[in-house]
């Protein structure tokens, strides 16, 4: 679960949270809890001492609530998986490929 905003006015989402939505301009934008559950819509490994171990994979998920985010992840991820967030890791989300139970 990770937590973004929802505009009242245009019905935008946001990650992370805002005060004035983006879009529409508003400021009636509140919290908003999302699964963070989304598709991998790129990834890379990133060969870089920044963080460790190196390398550390880097994808683009496009969330259920139709948030585009950047997040680290728990191994490979390929384009068109579907991911979810596994746990936190200094304010960014850590995803793993989501299989079906
Ligand atoms: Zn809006």
Known sequence: MIRGSLCASCGAAWYPEV???????????APSPM???GIVRSFTWVHSNARHPSPWGLAHIETAEGVFLVGLT????????????????????????????
Do not use: K, M
């Open 19 to 29: 005060i004035r939505c983006a879009l529409c301009g508003s400021f009636e934008v």
């Open 35 to 37: 699964s963070g559950e």
């Open 74 to 101: 728990e191994g490979h991820l390929d384009i068109g998986d579907r991911a979810a967030v596994l746990r936190f890791e200094d304010d960014l989300p850590v995803y793993t490929r989501q299989v079906d139970a």
